[in-house]
């Protein structure tokens, strides 16, 4: 099936997600596309997704090239992709579809190997607290991660939010839509995320000299929410240190990976079944415009010779000609 004709023309174009559930201070996150999270424990700076930018997510280039679609850049005449050994326009992209993200919800137009999969991160926050920071690619195009963070560090999450929407709009390099969201996940109610940075600094100084061994981000296996799913060995995507360092989870401002699965891999028969689901989708709606095509045309039909009857029976009234016998 060509992606022209894989789903209904009327759907919408599609989007990109990052969704973040708290339960305590174990955070489950998933994402579908660039939009991106960090954490900030007050001494480290985490990325918490795994970003299906193309342009810069190798293993994401091989998989749809395995699939037969093209990577390039939009091509000079903005017409398609760029032809082989041009440089071509902006960042990487897929064809078809010329999409800069590899996975998105209702791109219906795209190749079939852009596909809703999300990439799952499980993680143990710090019981000292953390802030969370969630945003879409207009948000990330203007500031780095670490700039965000370092943005952020002394305000509160109304102002934090409001400060970084601020920037964006300051910045008339990028015109695009930008969603921002702050939380923090706090011991308590009455404690704010910059008093706790400044404890949690004092803290860890203290804990350092103590016990300064190193600590690797791979993950560890736990009792929690998504344990029960099997880990990718093969893997290549730890959690990247935006800022300072990786604290073992028992330091203050540790956290403790869990869980990290990407479910194209955990789940390889996922991708064909939502396949399979559009398709059916697909049919079901050319069934429906089938069925009711023919009835609107027998509607048009029946008002077109209405207006007609109409326009003559004027015609004859105007020219002194009697109506009775029209009927």
Known sequence: MSPSTRYPRHLPTGTTVTAIITTGWLVTVANIGDSSAIVDTGRTVLELTRSHRIHTNVEEQERLKQGGCTIASLGFHLQGPAKPNEPGVGPLRVWPGGLCVSRSIGDHDASQEVVPVPHIRQLMMPTSGSRLILGSDGLWD??????????????TTKPAA??????????????????????DVLPNATTSFPSQQLRVARLHHSFRTHDPAPVSAEPKAASSMFS????????????AVVEGSLSQPSAPGGVQLLSDLDCLKVYPGLKDLINDAFARADAFSKACEAYCRPQSQSTMHLSNCSSAKSLEMAKRKSTGLSSEHDG
């Open 162 to 183: 409001a400060s970084l929407m601020a920037s964006v709009a300051k910045d008339l390099r990028i015109q695009d839509d930008v969603t921002v969201i702050v939380v």
């Open 142 to 155: 203007v500031l780095s991660q670490k700039a965000v963070a370092q943005q952020l560090k002394i305000l």
């Open 228 to 239: 029960c799913f099997k880990r990718n060995s093969n893997s290549n995507s730890p959690l």
